[in-house]
């Protein structure tokens, strides 16, 4: 009698632990995925501010439409990517940020353009989300190698094999993008 | 590293907690014997007054902090780079936006107060903002918003409370001895007082006097030290960027002291508001600057 008892408190038991770590898994997944959300909506309020800057600092610096086209060329890539390829996204992403950085050196020979107050404000709400695009990265990656670090650990492992989690993978920062643009003239 | 500098630094900080808490009741022992003869009351009304002031601060002690520092609450369109890197820290640090203040004084210096990260608040002087790049800001709201996030917030207010209280009492015996010291009532009692009873006597007074407020002040300042290097640790983990609060510290630590800093709140600031220049170490509010940046050099 009390040998069943003990039986089924450690089934009681074993099932507890297992629902939650299975739980604990799907949270973690759930918020790396929430994370990646938070760097998409960045990308997505760039993407709407880019027209606006382009169109601002044309009428200054009339030779530097090569620059322009670039941007605008790289804004229209992004959007077509589809949203489960991080990593493209991302490559896509880095070299929108080091452009528009040229846009800004630009900025420094046209005095006018730079008392601007509307280009002031569009050069702050970019700078904004650019740190936002960063600091949301930061975010996803530290999510993911909590994630990750669950698929490896016992007793998470166990539960995370028999449900077939897929590891998932750190966004990479560039070497080029710690670096500050050089413009010469 | 950064890890361990952490889980080392929170278990001083409830060492330490744990201390003061003894330093309380044992004030409130003191004044109880030199009141009533009896010590077990004293506890009780230290503990139990104590219990109701922190409940009063603690509903609100954001708005309470900022007033008594002179702080103007300010929104995205009065500084949207401030703003903003708040928001920053608050998304990297996964925890609600603050509320942002600003101090009208050209000292660099800044502080995080509130209950716990759904009510806090964080300030910075108007010194700062103008002084600092952002990089730096980065770094200095990094720094406050590990102070938000370790729920240094409350323990800081704890102890301007706890300190509040041992002050209080003290001070109040001192009065109490002081104005009802020579009366007929007390000449009363010293004819039944024995030898040993009156030493006793003399020693409670002593200790609520002197070592009462000095050890209570000397814990809040070493929690409050402990608490720097955690902060700088977690600013680190934060921006993944020293160099940004390094060059910070060096600007905030060769700026002027400030001129209306609340006293009781100078341990919350990033860096001592009064820039102490005693003949002794041991009241200091925060670690010595090249210290600290010593410590985030290595990180």
């Given at each position: 009698m009390t040998l069943m008892w003990i039986i089924i408190i450690i089934l009681i038991l074993i099932i507890g632990i297992y629902i939650g770590v299975y739980n604990g898994l799907q949270k973690s997944k759930i918020h790396a995925q929430e994370a990646w959300s938070q760097i998409d909506v960045q990308l997505k309020r760039r993407n709407d501010l880019i027209p606006n800057l382009v169109e601002t600092v044309k009428g200054y610096a009339k030779h530097e439409s090569e620059t322009f086209e670039k941007v605008v060329q790289l804004r229209n890539q992004l959007t077509q990517i589809?949203?489960?390829d991080h990593t493209e996204k991302m490559k896509v992403s880095d070299e929108l940020t080091n452009s528009l950085k040229t846009i800004f050196a630009l900025s420094e020979n046209y005095p006018n353009l730079k008392a601007n107050q509307n280009f002031l404000n569009l050069q702050e709400e970019l700078t904004n989300t650019e740190n936002k695009i960063a600091y949301s990265r930061q975010l996803y990656n530290s999510s993911v190698a909590f994630y990750d670090e669950k698929l490896v650990t016992f007793p998470s492992n166990i539960v995370a094999n028999l449900h077939h989690f897929q590891k998932m993978d750190y966004l990479e920062t560039p070497a080029t993008e710690k670096e500050v643009p050089q413009v010469k003239f | 590293m950064l890890y361990q500098q952490i889980a080392r630094n929170k278990r001083k900080t409830t060492f330490l907690l744990i201390i003061f808490i003894l330093i309380l009741a044992l004030v409130g022992a003191g004044a109880g014997y030199i009141f009533a003869n009896n010590a077990v009351v004293g506890i009780i009304w230290a503990v139990l007054g104590s219990l109701v002031y922190l409940a009063i601060v603690l509903h609100n002690p954001a708005n309470l902090v900022m007033s008594m520092n002179h702080g103007r609450e300010i929104h995205e369109q009065d500084d949207p780079e401030l703003w903003h890197i708040v928001e920053d820290m608050a998304l990297v640090a996964q925890v609600p936006m603050p509320k942002v203040y600003i101090i009208n004084d050209p000292s660099p210096n800044a502080f995080a107060t509130g209950r716990d990260p759904k009510h806090s608040a964080v300030a910075v002087t108007s010194g700062l903002r103008e002084g600092l790049n952002r990089e730096e800001l980065e770094g200095v709201l990094g720094h406050e918003f590990s102070h938000i996030r370790n729920y240094d917030i409350l323990v800081s207010t704890i102890g301007v409370v706890l300190v509040g209280v041992i002050s209080f009492i003290s001070s109040y015996a001192a009065r109490y001895v002081w104005w009802f010291g020579g009366n007929n009532k007390r000449d009363n009692d010293e004819k039944n007082m024995s030898p040993v009873e009156a030493i006793f006597k003399i020693i409670a007074v002593v200790f609520v006097f002197i070592l009462g407020p000095l050890s209570a002040s000397l814990a809040q300042m070493a929690l409050s030290r402990n608490r720097e290097y955690l902060a700088d640790a977690g600013s680190v983990e934060l921006t993944r960027n020293p160099h940004g609060l390094i060059s910070a510290l060096e600007k905030i630590s060769g700026g002027k002291p400030m001129k209306k800093a609340d006293r009781s709140s100078a341990?919350?600031?990033?860096?001592?508001?009064?820039?102490n220049q005693g003949?002794?170490?041991?009241?200091?509010?925060?670690?010595?600057t090249a210290d600290r940046i010593k410590r985030l050099e290595k990180m």
């Open positions: 589809p949203a489960s | 341990g919350m600031y990033i860096e001592n508001p009064f820039h003949w002794s170490h041991l009241f200091d509010t925060h670690p010595p």
